[in-house]
Structures are given as C-alpha cells and as structure tokens.
C-alpha cells in the first residue's frame, strides 16, 4: 500500500522590509590537480574601487598559478584563499581588506597578508594615512603604537626591527582602516624578514587622535528576525527521490534557481558560504520560505581538512552564527570544502557531514551545459545526492533542464534531511 507521510519542514514568517541588492560578491572557486582556489572580493559598484581589487586579486591569482600550477604536488596541492571585509562609516568611508592566504607543501609556513582600502565615496578618493592625520599627529600614533607592538607581540622574532617601521614616515602606514571608535594599523609578517609572527594589528582609539577628515557617530541598529513557524510538506516515499545540492553560494544566480525550483515544486539544499550570507540574506530567507534547506559550507572556503581545530571551528561556527543572525535559521549539515572529509571534521562538529553520490563537475570552464546534463541523467538513480553550483550561469540552464526531466521519470526533488529521513522509514 502507498504511504504518504508528511514531513514538517521550518517556514520563516518575515516582517522585515525589503532591500535592494545592487551589490555583489565576486567568487572564484577552482580545483585543480595541483592547486586549490577560493577568492571572494566584493563588487562595490563604484567603478575605481572594482577596478583596483580586480586587479590586485587577479595579479596574486596569476602570480600563485604561475609558481603553483605545473608544480607537483606528492600529497597536498597548494590552496590560495583571498578573503575579504568591507565596513561602510558614516555613509562615506568605505574600508576594505583583502586577507590573502597561501598554502603549500613547498612553503616553511603558511603564507599570510592583508591589503587594505581606504575609500572617500564623497571625495571620489582613495585615502592615505597623510589625508587623515597630521604629521605631529603621527608622531603621537607612533609613540603610542610602539607601546602596544612591545606590550602585544611579545614572542614575535625582530619585533626591534617591526618597531622601527613604525615611525613618523608616512610611506610606514600604507595599511589602515578604520571606524568610527579606533584607527587600525596593519604590519605584513614580510616587512620584516620573520616568519613566525602574525599580521600584526594595532588599534588606536579615535577620541586620541585629532582626525582631518569629518566624522560623525553613527549608530548600528540591530535588525529583528522573526521567528519561525512549521509547514507541512507532503512526499511519497515509495516513490524515488533525489536531493539536488549546490555548493559554494548565494550568487547573482541563485534568485533564478530558487525561483524555478518553486515552480516546479522541488526543493534543494544550498550549502552556503558565510560571507556571502549577509548580502544574499533575502535570497536565503525566500530559499528557506519554499521549502529549501541550507547547510554550512564554511566561511571562506579555506580547506577545512587542512585547518587547526582553532581555525576550523571558527570556519563552522561563524558561518553557523551570521545564519542564524540573518534568517533566524540554524543549519543541521555541513559540506566540507572541496570534499575533504576527515575524521577531525567529523568529530568536532555537531552537523552532519555530507558529500555526494553525482558531480558532474559543473564549475568546470569548459564543460557545456549539455555534458553536464548528459552526465547526470545517465548516473542518476533514487536516492542520489547531486552537487552543482549556484555560482555558475550555465547551472541555471542544468537546473531547467533536468528538473522536469527527472520529475517525469517519477522522481521526488527533495532536501537532504529529508532525504535522510525517506532512507531511514525505508530501512524500517
Ligand atoms: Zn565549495
């Protein structure tokens, strides 16, 4: 006799307004035989800034293929992971860091450096460090950010020599940021020829010093995330099922695949990269509302398997938090970068770890969409779990293509916990 079970899934009521996403991230994602890949920069819409990060990241990008690329690797292929943060103050200033990363079995030590922007949206001007405080002023920020280098970076080897760079020489201080309570300032371990010390960041409270440019206090509004409310989802679990996933978003593409999903009355699981999540917070929300499921897919995408236990928590547990803070959602999977799974994975989470059973390998540039297509009709079989990437235009055309394809042949699309779920009422 057919069963027809219904399944409770989360529905998020929202109460929040809408807001216009004209910003983007720019994600580059690879793997490849020797070399692993994760760049994120954000696309601001202002043309000088995009120009810059473009081309500073694709110069470290070029310049890591080329020592990297026709190198091999016995065991681990080397990884370059840029990441990125931006703060907006006071509506104006926009401060951006890049934090680049480079791993590899030929390195000593991982490679660690940040860069860092400084941008006057009114002035339409990058700003130095000479643009926010005067030269007696510097003299003051060096004194008092000597103290702290000495008090802070205790174990670093020629911490003499790091404190000589900061003096009152204004070329010194190419890397800052700041916001509206402290000026930070940033050192490169390679400014000095040591290998053991950190970026170096030193804060300098802004009411200490007597800025050139106009600020005022802003204030930061918590936003208010609404509970969430059960809906019931009906599938048949004598008939088959397949969980399509996509990995490594949200993206540009993702409103479309969500949208299509919904009319076809599937669902997907999206493992989400958290810092994407912010911005594509409204995207994630409406997923969550059609019945989709989100899972972890680390911050960064560092490769997880790779990571100290300290550094790989902090990868699961913040991508965790800015979900739940966001969309009120708490993901229950996790999908580790690249598909490295490990023990160390496993253990010190409480998520479930997925893979896949299909990849068709979708972020490959020269694959079309057609070998993608052809690829997963000829492998798939009930129950199977399918990696794709909402990151890629030509997945929205897979997605059109093989969704009602497949739902003819009788399938169920359907998330991956309850995937789980149809597996264990089929062992029953
Ligand atoms: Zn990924």
């Known amino acids: 006799m057919r069963k027809i079970i219904p399944l409770m ?3 998020l ?19 490849n035989q020797n070399t692993i890949i994760s760049i994120h920069y ?4 202002i043309k000088s800034i995009d120009r810059v990060l473009e081309k500073d990241t694709f110069k470290i990008l070029q310049e890591f293929k080329n020592t990297y690329d026709s190198f091999y690797t016995l065991n681990q292929p080397a990884e370059l992971n840029i990441d990125y943060t931006k703060k907006e103050i006071n509506n104006r ?3 951006l860091t890049l934090s680049i990363f480079i791993d590899s079995p030929t390195l000593a030590h991982p490679e660690n450096y940040l860069k860092t922007y400084v941008y006057d949206k009114k002035e339409q001007k990058f700003l130095t460090m000479e643009d926010l405080i005067t030269k007696e002023n510097l003299k003051i920020l060096a004194s008092k950010l000597q103290i702290q280098l000495l008090n802070q970076y205790k174990d670093c080897l020629f911490l003499e020599e790091m404190k000589t760079k900061i003096n009152d020489d204004f070329q010194n201080y190419t890397l800052f940021t700041f916001d509206d309570t402290y000026l930070t300032i940033y050192k490169n371990p390679y400014e000095v020829a040591s290998g053991n010390c950190k970026i170096i960041t030193l804060s300098i409270p802004i009411s200490e010093l007597e800025l050139k440019i106009p600020l005022t206090k802003e204030t930061f509004i918590e ?4 509970t969430p409310a059960p809906q019931t989802k009906v599938i ?6 397949l969980a399509l ?11 479309e695949i969500i949208d299509f999903l919904k009319s076809q009355n599937a669902n997907a699981t999206f493992f989400v990269i958290g810092n994407k999540v912010e911005l594509y917070q409204e995207i994630i929300k409406e997923s969550i509302q059609n019945g989709n499921e989100i899972g972890n897919h680390s911050y960064n995408h560092k490769n997880l398997a790779k990571l100290s236990l300290e550094e790989l928590k902090d990868q699961i547990d913040k991508t965790q938090e800015i979900i ?3 969309t009120g959602y708490t993901p229950r999977l996790l999908r580790p970068t690249y598909g490295e799974k490990n023990q160390k994975i496993i253990q010190h989470t409480n998520l479930k770890v997925v893979l896949w059973d299909i990849d068709p390998k979708d972020w490959g540039q020269k694959k079309t969409k057609e070998e993608i297509v052809k690829h997963i009709l000829s492998k798939v079989t009930n129950k199977d779990i399918i990696l794709l990437h909402d990151t890629k235009k030509k997945t929205v055309e897979v997605v059109k293509l093989i969704v009602p394809k497949l739902i003819e042949q009788g399938y169920q699309f359907i998330t991956v916990s309850e995937l789980e779920e149809v597996k264990l009422l089929n062992q029953q």
């Not at 009521?13 to 690879?30: A, R, W």
């Open 9 to 11: 899934i989360i529905l």
């Open 13 to 31: 009521l929202f109460g929040c307004e809408k807001k216009e996403n004209t910003e983007e991230v720019k994600s580059i994602i690879e793997h």
């Open 42 to 45: 954000p696309i601001t819409q």
């Open 93 to 95: 200033y926009l401060n």
């Open 223 to 226: 936003k208010n995330v609404s």
């Open 236 to 241: 048949d679990p004598t008939k088959p099922v």
């Open 245 to 255: 996933t996509f990995d490594d978003g949200p993206s540009i593409y993702t409103k």
């Open 324 to 326: 739940k803070k966001t």
